[in-house]
């Protein structure tokens, strides 16, 4: 049995719920620190950035009826488990989609670790071998059985971020692009992709 599999098994000894991650994240800043063995300068403006990003999508996104009806049905428990870090920005734009996602079916439970905290359960969700996040898995409660992974962001956003690299491109001036791509979308991609994943829960 891996880590994961055994978290699961043991039904997620310490994980938060998005309330508290966001209580976690806000307490930090106000001591100048963030999450995760990282601390400077950067990593707090990151951080406060995505602080008001979550906030403007906690007020306005809503569930498109579409995905919100597929939710909605679904007969089966499930858990959302979400490995992040406050000064993620991919984070930012698609914690508050997937918690949404979750509200909608009292049958969903939704729970949040830190990646740099959980390594052995990080290691076992690697994008291309790198710790990338956000990572969103699917459990479904009756098998502990992984459904889907989802993450780190949309493939649309992949793409930006591949291109600024092979171009070159400061990390900040890719991240500028890619959050420009975020806000002109509204969700759109991140919507898609979950539709086809929240297909496979049925």
């Not at 493939?155 to 002109?184: C, D, F, P």
Request: proline share 4%; aromatic share 6%.
């Amino acid at each position: 049995m891996n880590a994961l599999e055994k978290f699961i098994k043991d039904g997620y000894p310490g994980a938060m719920s998005y309330q508290d991650f966001r209580e976690l994240v806000n307490k930090l800043l106000a001591e100048g620190k963030v999450t995760g063995h990282e601390q400077n300068p950067e990593l707090v403006l990151y951080t406060e950035m995505n602080n008001q990003r979550m906030n403007r999508l906690e007020k306005h996104y809503k569930v498109s009826p579409e995905l919100k009806a597929k939710v909605e049905a679904l007969q089966q428990e499930f858990t959302f488990l979400t490995i992040t870090e406050g000064w993620c920005g991919d984070s930012s734009q698609i914690i508050p989609v997937i918690e949404k996602l979750a509200a909608c079916n009292p049958r969903i439970r939704s729970v949040y670790i830190l990646r740099d905290e959980n390594p052995d359960i990080m290691n076992l969700l690697l994008t291309n071998g790198g710790r990338s996040i956000p990572i969103t898995v699917c459990v479904n409660n009756a098998t502990g059985a992984i459904v889907w992974k989802y993450g780190p962001r949309p493939a649309a956003g992949t793409e930006i971020v591949r291109k600024g690299k092979a171009a070159g491109m400061a990390i900040m001036e890719i991240s500028e692009e890619l959050h420009l791509w975020y806000a002109r979308n509204k969700q759109v991609d991140i919507e898609q992709e979950l539709l086809s994943n929240v297909s496979k829960m049925a």
